[in-house]
């Protein structure tokens, strides 16, 4: 799972009426500049301001330091419980996240989108070469009675977005930008002059639903001298709030993999231990009725996106201490979301989730052939025998790898709370065309995020290569959705539990970083896939049968979506693990005949269904 932060949101896209003729694009910048007072902005070196925050159940205030002359910037929020820092220092991004630790922002669409921002932070569009620049002019459009002038920019190194300028006043008053895999709008009005030049007084982030409107308000707005590149460096990593029992340099605990998903045990102030995913591109979190029955206040509200294209609403609870093992971790910022309504659909407990923040302040050595996780002081860690080295990068809390698929380059989300092997990108497969060259395979459900089911073409795939590591055609799902983290264009694809479990992995966050090392022996339940073409869901009355794959066995056996299983070979339904049952549908022998007890609306019967390979 992905969670937002409050410098990434999404905005639907308005309506607006076909492009009408337009001035050229420097034209458009030439009225902009005049109606700035551009003429003042050239002599100014850098401008700090600061807005009142309300917005998502919290209030606040955010600030920002803009250098006017270099494309560098630091953001700072502190809002409702939440504290933290974004900045660019010219060349990389960085983030001071919640918990108060520092990364390095230079993966995903991270990089660009700070790009993008220094780039309007500096006015680059005013210079000749509108700063390296594309810039096309889009035309004219009208919105909620307003006329406003388009260009499309894509600065070097950036994304590309749209600038609306209003036709009356020239004034910027929108930014429609992706971020992620949502588009996101920055709405600017109540512009005021402020020691000579024009400068917005209202900004409102939107992401289309209102319960999740950000506005910004201008409190304060001053022009300073030039300060020092150090002001925009990312800041030194000092947090201080960890612990192993003993002072041992580490701690080991045990595991268990389930839908090729890790689950261990966790304290949560003292009390559980509760069973929680472990989840590397996931955050800390506890489902509110955990939050409520540890007494914990939620706060907050803001949107978490993943896999699917919906959406999760997500608050925030301040957590004492948090034990793992013999480790332990005070004062925390978890993120509340309620997991629990992943439990139909991955027949476990979800009472929680350990991601980023507690992998950032450790070592952490995930041994899937031991099924154990060892948290180390990364102080003292050795990666004399950890195996090969792949740089990571981060896009949020979420590491990226380069990597290639039969030969393509392309960036790779690592992330151990995914229960696929690999999954493609819709636009990285379509653009170099492994779907057209795909080869026996089926279009199915295959998995279940943030966002609700996601859906793709799975097949044993082509050669994946993890920076220098092979990976010898891994089952290969080629993503179809047409939202959430599967479908943006920044990504060539996502290696999950069922690639990661061949190896043991150590991830040094500090030092971004990742080991790859075989495990020993074989390993179980590899690159296998359903035999029976159903996705079943957990239900009161058994399993309901949530999709069907075309042309497989159990729509030949006459199964439909919606049924429900009350029993498999006369076992009542009630007593069988869901992850057993999938299991079973992936490994048991072609022409294993499988009897469901079906019950469909008042009628009960029988069907047989006889497992066949589909890929």
């Known amino acids: 799972m992905r969670t937002a932060t409050l410098a990434t ?43 009142a925050y309300s917005g998502q159940g919290m209030t606040g205030k955010v600030g920002s330091t803009a250098d006017l002359k270099t494309p560098r910037f630091v953001d700072t929020m502190a809002v409702g419980p939440m504290t933290g820092a974004q900045g660019f220092d010219g060349t990389h991004g960085w983030a001071k996240d919640q918990s108060g630790t520092v990364t390095a922002q230079d993966g995903g669409d991270a990089l660009p989108l700070a790009i993008n921002e220094a780039y309007r932070n500096t006015n680059a569009w005013w210079q000749a070469d509108h700063g390296g620049a594309t810039i096309v002019a889009a035309g004219q459009k009208s919105d909620a009675g307003a ?62 639903d209102a319960k999740y409107d950000q506005t910004e308000t201008l409190n304060s707005a001053a022009f300073v001298p030039a300060l020092d590149a150090s002001a925009f460096a990312a800041p030194k990593n000092a947090v201080a709030d960890t612990a192993i029992a003993g002072g041992a340099r580490e701690t080991t605990f045990p595991f268990q993999l389930v839908n090729n998903h890790i689950y261990a045990d966790v304290k949560i102030n003292g009390k559980g231990p509760y069973t929680f995913i472990f989840d590397t591109g996931g955050n800390n979190i506890v489902v509110p009725s955990l939050a409520k029955s540890l007494g914990l206040k939620v706060e907050g509200h803001i949107e978490g996106r993943g896999a699917g294209s919906g959406t999760m609403d997500v608050g925030f609870v301040k957590v004492g201490q948090i034990e793992i093992g013999g480790a332990s971790i005070k004062d925390q910022l978890f993120f509340s979301a309620p997991l629990d309504a992943m439990e139909p659909i991955e027949g476990v407990k979800q009472p929680g989730m350990v991601g980023f923040e507690t992998f950032r302040r450790f070592v952490t050595r995930i041994d899937y052939g031991a099924h154990t996780i060892t948290l180390i002081d990364p102080k003292s860690f050795d990666p004399k025998d950890a195996g090969t080295p792949v740089k990571v990068a981060f896009d ?17 989300m690592i992330d151990t709370g995914a229960r696929s092997a690999l999954i493609l990108t819709g636009p990285f497969a379509d653009k170099n065309g492994f779907r057209a060259s795909a080869g026996k395979g089926v279009e199915a459900t295959t998995g279940w995020g943030v966002g609700g089911p ?162």
């Open 9 to 51: 949101f999404a905005f639907a896209a308005l309506a607006a009426t076909p492009a009408l003729a337009a001035p050229s694009a420097d034209e458009v910048l030439g009225a902009n500049k005049a109606a700035t007072a551009g003429s003042a902005w050239d002599s100014r070196a850098v401008l700090k301001t600061e807005y």
């Open 147 to 208: 006329t406003y002038d388009v260009l499309t920019v894509t600065p070097k190194g950036g994304e590309s977005f749209d600038a609306w300028f209003d036709t009356k006043t020239h004034l910027l008053a929108r930014v429609h930008e992706m971020q992620g895999s949502a588009p996101t709008t920055t709405t600017y009005s109540d512009y005021r002059a402020v020691d000579g030049v024009m400068i917005a007084g209202k900004i409102l982030i939107s992401t289309g």
């Open 396 to 412: 949020g809390n979420v590491p990226e790898a380069e990597g290639s698929y039969n030969g393509v380059p392309g960036k790779f």
């Open 454 to 615: 996601t859906r793709a073409f799975v097949e044993h795939g082509g050669d994946l290569r993890i920076g220098t590591v092979d990976v010898d055609h891994p089952l290969t799902l080629l993503a179809t959705d047409k939202g959430g983290a599967m479908a943006e264009g920044n990504l060539a694809g996502n290696i999950g539990g069922g690639v990661l479990k061949r190896f043991v992995i150590t991830f040094d966050y500090e030092n971004n970083t990742m080991y790859l090392k075989p495990v020993a022996g074989a390993v179980a339940d590899l690159d296998t896939y359903d035999r029976a073409g159903l996705w079943v869901n957990r239900d009161p009355d058994g399993f309901k049968v949530i999709d069907v794959t075309a042309h497989a066995p159990a729509e030949e056996a006459g199964l439909k979506t919606g049924d429900i299983i009350t029993a498999i070979d006369g076992k009542a339904a009630a007593g069988i693990a869901l992850p057993d049952l999938r299991y079973r549908f992936r490994n048991e022998a072609p022409g294993t005949v499988v009897t469901f007890a079906v019950k469909r609306g008042s009628e009960t019967k029988d069907i047989r269904v006889t497992l066949r390979d589909l890929i």
